[in-house]
C-alpha cells in the first residue's frame, strides 16, 4: 500500500510546518475564532494570518465563512486522521527495525561470549 | 503546554511535505540504503536525492554515513514521537470539539421538536 502518495499530504504537512499555523490550530481546537482575533492572539497584521489561515484552508484542516464583515474560522472535517494513520505505520515499520537491530546485537554479543569462552578453554 | 512552539517541528513537518521524502522514510523503515540505491528506487538524479537526504538529516529524520565512496542511509533515533503526540493530542481537542457542537445542535433539534409540539396544542 502506497498511503505515502497521498498529494493531500503535501499539503497538509506543509501547513503543519509553521509554529504559527500550529498554534492556530490548537486555538481553533478550543474554539472558533475571527482573522482578527487570530492576528491579535499571535501579533500579527491581518494580511500576516490571512495567509495562514489560506494555507490552513487550502489543506483542508480549516474552514472559514465570512458573516458580514467578519471571517470566522473553524476546523475542518479531515482531523488529520490520515496523516496520524501515516505516521503512525511509519513508526511501526521504524520500531520494528531498531528491533531488529537490536537482536543482530545481542546475536552477536552471545556469539562473541562463546568465541571467548573457547578460547580461554 | 505549548509544544507546538519546538522548532524542530518545523524541520520535521516540512520535510515530510514532500512525496519522494515520505517514501524514503518507508523505504529506510525497510532496511538501510546508499543514496544511490534510493536515487534508482525513486527515479531521480543523484543530485536530487542528496538533497532530499540532506532534508531529511537536518531535520534529525535520518542518518548518513559515508565509507570509501558509498554514504549509507538509515532512519534516525527520533521516530517522529513528538510529532505524534502534537497531531494525537491536536486530534483529541478537535474530537472533543466536534462532540461539543454535535451536543448543541441535539439540543437545538430537542428544543425545536418541544416547541412544534407547543404549537400544534
Redesign the interface.
Known sequence: M?Q??S?R???S??A????TR??V??QL???DASITELADKFHMTLTGMKKHVGVLEDAGLVITKKVGRVRTCR?GLR???E??A???R??Q???A?FEELDKVVEELKRKEKLDGRKKRK
Request: proline share 3%; hydrophobic share 55%; charged share 30%.
Open positions: 502506497v505515502y502518495v498529494p499530504f503535501d499539503a504537512f506543509a503543519l510546518s509553521d509554529v500550529r498554534g490550530l490548537e481546537a478550543r474554539g476546523l482531523q488529520l486522521k496523516e496520524a501515516w505516521i503512525e511509519i513508526r515499520l521504524w520500531a527495525r
